[in-house]
């Protein structure tokens, strides 16, 4: 399958958002996809507050039959949560439990305004009530749950979708 | 040999010391802690992972600072916590210790935290749990005899990593009574394991082991000698209620002689750290001055403890 350039993809949702934004938004990436995502639509934007960046594995719903797996890594949110508008970033949307776990995180830190989903690809095969307000691109027919998509970045810091079977 | 806190897929099964731990186990375990210090910083200090699992807290020997970082650590991840004060119940009725594990098991839990004055306590629980087939079931020692504190252990080496980096060039002190000391046996396995190339112990020869040469460790009993040009000074408590016989003069004399003071301190290098497991006692192996002054970061392990506790419990139940 093809898939439209994520650089440009990057552009379009930022171009989503843009309209939206109010003076207490700030973005939240979810470790490391999403991260760097995050760290993109902030230049794009010309956002002032910093990204946040969020570790999910401590709230995974499949602890109890995985463990604790990869390498956890810091949760950092260096601004208050409280009545803020968050746009959660995700590179891709899958089945909604990434989501989950994050909209969990976050309220450990507070009460924000608000919270919305923005993805740069939303690929389908969803298993909990979850939609993003901003999507770049959505695939004409869901993945199979044998193939991963992933966003990478090369050291100059380039942006590309990579599917990979599981 | 067969490692009992090894299970077949090559996880942790129990925490039981730090000897004989393997190098990629002992820094998972430093690398799993470190984004656990961050949730104290936050409004709810508290992760789901453990939500819905009973940890029991087997206490047969006192201890404030270890139960409670233990208990904190556990109610932090969410586990429902009991603290059995086991001087005080059926032990002190008669029930073997045995006894005590089947009858918790029995009430469905999933994690002992065993402190007990007789060395190899928790590895008995860890066998009998195996041999009943509860591999559900984790054991974690939190002091055992004169054998073992391998959380002691873990979160020393934490701290030494956070303030220096790398253990590759550092020359490590460990003063005081080594000879009682269950935590100078853990910090000294995980100093070697982890490559340390120099590990120095300082105390009066009557409260160093006879066989700690064998432990790969430089001895000396002039401290002056001992604490020159050291990174690391990792200060034991003077363990009075251990002592039987004539080990010690009087505890002035020690002080005079194996008291951390800021003019023996100087003689480290400029950087060096001053650690200790508490509780200190001031006057004694450590001065007020030095306890209390910037090299000093003591109140920063105990923090750190917290988050090695965490990691070792998540990293055991989720086997």
């Not at chain 1, 401590?58 to 797996?69: E, P, Q, S």
């Not at chain 1, 891709?92 to 919305?116: C, H, K, M, Q």
């Not at chain 1, 970045?153 to 990979?164: A, P, Y």
């Not at chain 2, 897929?9 to 961050?38: C, K, Y």
Request: proline fraction near 6%; charge should be negative; include cysteine.
């Amino acid at each position: 399958m093809q898939f439209p350039d994520a650089e440009t993809l990057c552009q379009h949702l930022a171009d989503q958002i843009r309209p939206s934004l109010q003076p207490n938004t700030v973005l939240i990436g979810i470790r490391t996809g999403g991260e760097w995502l995050a760290r993109r639509l902030h230049t794009l934007l010309g956002l002032k507050e910093p990204p946040g960046a969020i570790d999910i594995s401590f709230y995974r719903d499949d602890y109890g039959a995985r463990g604790l797996h990869g390498r956890p890594q810091r949760t950092d949110i260096p601004f208050s949560i409280e009545d803020a508008a968050v746009i959660l970033v995700d590179d891709v949307l899958y089945t909604g439990r990434t989501t989950r776990a994050a909209l969990n995180e976050i309220f450990d830190f507070g009460r924000p305004a608000s919270v919305e989903l923005a993805v740069l690809v939303d690929r389908g095969g969803r298993e909990l009530p979850i939609a993003a307000r901003y999507c770049a691109h959505t695939l004409p027919e869901p993945l199979p749950a044998s193939q991963n998509l992933q966003l990478e970045q090369t050291e100059d810091g380039n942006l590309s979708l990579r599917l990979i079977d599981a | 040999m067969h490692n009992p806190q090894i299970n077949r897929h090559g996880e942790l099964q129990h925490l039981l010391t730090l000897d004989g731990l393997p190098r990629e186990v002992i820094v998972g375990i430093l690398d799993h802690a470190a984004p656990f210090t961050e949730v104290a910083e936050r409004e709810v200090k508290k992760l789901p992972l453990l939500r819905g699992k009973s940890i029991f807290n087997l206490f047969f020997e006192n201890s404030t600072r270890t139960r409670t970082t233990f208990e904190i650590a556990a109610k932090r991840l969410t586990a429902d916590v009991v603290n059995l004060n086991v001087s005080t119940s059926s032990t002190a009725k008669g029930e073997s210790l045995l006894d005590t594990i089947d009858n918790l098991c029995a009430m469905h839990a999933d994690m002992f935290v065993v402190r007990h004055a007789a060395s190899g306590a928790p590895v008995l629980i860890a066998q009998h749990l195996q041999a009943a087939g509860r591999d559900h079931i984790h054991v974690i020692n939190a002091g055992d005899g004169r054998h073992a504190h391998p959380t002691q252990g873990l979160l020393d080496m934490y701290t030494i990593r956070h303030y220096k980096h790398d253990f590759g060039n550092l020359v490590i002190a460990i003063v005081g009574d080594v000879l009682h000391s269950r935590v100078a046996r853990s910090q000294i396995a995980a100093l070697a394991t982890l490559g340390v190339p120099e590990i120095r112990v300082i105390g009066p020869r009557t409260l160093l082991p006879t066989a700690i040469d064998a432990m790969g460790v430089r001895t000396f009993s002039d401290m002056r000698e001992g604490l020159r040009d050291v990174d690391v000074v990792m200060m034991l408590r003077l363990q009075n209620e251990r002592m039987a016989g004539a080990l010690l003069p009087t505890p002035q004399e020690y002080y005079k002689v194996w008291g951390l003071t800021a003019e023996k301190l100087a003689l480290a290098r400029p950087d060096a750290i001053v650690m200790h497991p508490g509780p200190m006692n001031r006057g004694i192996e450590i001065d007020s001055a030095v306890a209390d002054g910037a090299q000093a970061v003591i109140l920063p392990q105990v923090t750190f403890g917290i988050a090695v506790r965490m990691a070792v419990m998540s990293m055991l139940a989720g086997q």
